[in-house]
């Protein structure tokens, strides 16, 4: 709790001192941050032939790319651009060190292992979280799936001043990105929009969740879940080359009609 306290401070001091020098005339996103979910000992969920982990890399260094070519003055960070793991905090570090000014983390989404496969068949879509404390349902269950990959950390109990797994724990982030929060809906609102009228994936819409790797990042920071493993043909879907571009396409436009707006 100390640790959180402190690092709440700290991007307190570091959106006011950001404020009183910034002036609206000089403001540009120069810095993305991009963010594969999960890599290397963890795989993050998986569907009856995928990994959470390969197919969101995919999408993510597809996304570099098409920012690369078409956005060249903004630079593209990756926390990860391989199958490697890198830690939650190991995470939020490069955003932060780098000075991101936008951190986009792609996720795929799954049902639990208990679920029947007529509720399985029957949900589908994306959707894509911001930081907030709305943590109840498929939120929660969300939050509580992204945050526990802290446990395949070695001695995160020395790390994180929380238990992963608690619905308590996951409120505590539900104020520290409020600066961030008007940002972060329009890049999700952007996102979810393009997913549905221009690269042709159902929208499930923009939610709040408390989620550790958004929490952490001091900047507008979103959470995309570019649809879920555990239905068949919805994995069949993310698997295709083409509708990877398709999804990564629609982020880069999300991001630059972003860029345009908040830019002065």
């Given at each position: ?29 120069k810095t993305l941050i991009i963010d594969a979910g999960h890599g290397g000992k963890d795989p993050g969920t998986s569907g ?117 797994t608690s619905s308590e724990s996951s409120i505590l982030f539900s104020l520290t990105q409020s600066a961030f929060q008007d ?11 393009q997913f549905e009228k221009r690269a042709g994936r159902r929208s499930l819409g923009v939610k709040q969740s408390s989620l ?53």
């Open positions: 709790m100390k640790n959180i306290t402190i690092v709440f401070v700290l991007i307190a001091i570091t959106l006011l001192t950001s404020s009183s020098t910034q002036t609206k005339n000089d403001f540009k996103v009856a032939y995928t990994k959470e982990k390969d197919v969101v890399l995919r999408v993510a260094l597809k996304l570099g790319n098409y920012v690369k070519e078409y956005l060249p003055d903004v630079k593209v960070i990756y926390t990860r651009s391989k199958d490697n793991s890198v830690t939650l905090k190991g995470r939020q570090k490069i955003a932060n060190e780098n000075e991101g000014d936008v951190f986009i983390s792609i996720h795929a989404n799954a049902l639990p292992k208990d679920v029947s496969a007529k509720r399985k068949n029957a949900i589908y879509g994306t959707e894509t979280y911001v930081m907030g404390a709305q943590n109840t349902g498929r939120n929660l269950e969300v939050a509580k799936r992204e945050n526990s990959v802290i446990l395949l950390e070695e001695d995160y109990q020395k790390e994180y001043d929380f238990d992963p940002k972060s809906i329009l890049l999700a609102t952007n996102i979810q929009d550790y790797v958004l929490w952490s990042t001091a900047m507008p920071s979103v959470l995309v879940e570019i649809g879920y493993l555990t239905n068949p043909k919805e994995e069949k879907e993310l698997n295709d080359t083409s509708i990877q571009s398709n999804i990564a396409s629609g982020i880069f436009r999300a991001f630059r009609d972003y860029k345009n707006e908040v830019e002065y």
